[in-house]
């Protein structure tokens, strides 16, 4: 039913700028809260940007000052514009929705499938 698909993941160079795009679709009603989180081979899954519905960003430290994250409400999308990228930064990257199906309904969690990003030179 309700499904979060990532794209604009792949290749770039150290130093270099890359965005990704996450769309929600189904039956939706709200969503509170978007974010992105990425999970690096051997490492634990981490948080790397968050916004509300309202437009309040949150960024991990590693990220602030590098990466954007924003939304368009009325299309159910978010993004993330990533610049100064180092091989730090390779990981599959998730989109992730707190998603209110109903408004009398419950807030789900839904994840995306990920998207690679592999900063290489």
């Known amino acids: 039913q309700v499904q979060l698909v990532e794209s604009g993941g792949g290749l770039v160079q150290p130093g270099g700028s890359l965005t990704l795009s996450c769309a929600a679709s189904g039956s939706i009603f709200s969503i509170p809260v978007m974010a992105w989180y990425r999970q690096a081979p051997g490492k634990q899954r981490e948080l790397v940007a968050k916004i509300t519905a309202s437009g309040s960003a949150n960024y991990a430290d590693s990220m602030k000052g590098r990466f954007t994250i924003s939304r368009d409400n009325a299309k159910n999308t978010v993004t993330l514009q990533m610049n100064s990228l180092n091989p730090e930064d390779t990981a599959v990257y998730y989109c992730?929705?707190?998603?209110?199906?109903?408004?009398?309904?419950?807030?789900?969690?839904?994840w995306g499938q990920g998207t690679q990003v592999t900063v290489s030179s």
């Open positions: 992730n929705a707190q998603i209110r199906r109903r408004s009398d309904g419950p807030v789900f969690n839904y």
